[in-house]
């Protein structure tokens, strides 16, 4: 339990860092990320990642565990990579379905009722509700791959989108110091899930 607690403590201050502004940022941050393959061919199920099961009797709780599938299926279904997705929840919410931001943002993905609304029948084809993890994740993951899609699987414009909104999209070098640290922040969550060092 302290583990979670701990890592759950730094993604509430790696968010509340995101306000800050740091216009010259330094170290691995003056880069965008790279050694992550944001897009999967679905047809390939060679290229899918690989998880082991957990025998550990002091292992997740089960709700973790099903999060964590969800993520996954909803990554192979989109064709996202599914440590992404679960990177991407992983900061968001720390997988929790109940969490609503203060701007108002629903769930395990944070998305956006008005967001949900227009997109949801334009990318899925059917209206979502948010409340219900599935949907929330289904709907969270094609908005995340219709960004990658957009920017030509460029990691850091989907996910400066996701984040704060296309008018925010701007190359590495000109983009605003708190989209480069969320950026930073959802790529170093994905690579632990990829490591095998997530909470589930």
Not at 135 to 146: R, S
Not at 169 to 178: C, E, F, K, P, S
Request: with cysteine.
């Amino acid at each position: 339990m302290l583990p979670l607690f701990a890592l759950a403590c730094c993604v509430f201050l790696a968010t509340q860092a995101c306000g800050q502004d740091q216009s010259n940022l330094r170290g691995a941050e003056a880069h965008p990320p790279t050694g992550l393959q944001p897009s999967l061919d679905v047809s390939a199920t060679s290229t899918w990642p690989q998880t082991e099961p957990s025998l550990d009797p002091n292992g997740p709780p089960l709700d973790m565990m099903i999060t964590k599938s969800m993520l996954y299926a909803a990554g192979l279904k989109h064709g996202v990579n599914p440590y992404l997705v679960m990177g991407l929840a992983w900061h968001e919410s720390g997988w929790q379905p109940t969490v609503v931001s203060s701007a108002g943002a629903v769930g395990i993905m944070q998305v956006m009722p008005a967001t949900a609304a227009a997109d949801g029948p334009a990318l899925l084809h059917r209206d979502v509700n948010l409340f219900d993890p599935g949907d929330n994740i289904d709907m969270g993951t094609a908005i995340l791959k219709n960004n990658l899609n957009r920017y030509k699987n460029d990691l850091a414009k989907a996910l400066t989108a996701y984040y704060a909104g296309g008018g925010a999209v701007a190359d590495w070098a000109n983009l605003r110091a708190d989209c480069r640290r969320y950026v930073w922040a959802v790529y170093n969550a994905a690579i632990m899930f990829k490591e095998g060092k997530g909470p589930a």
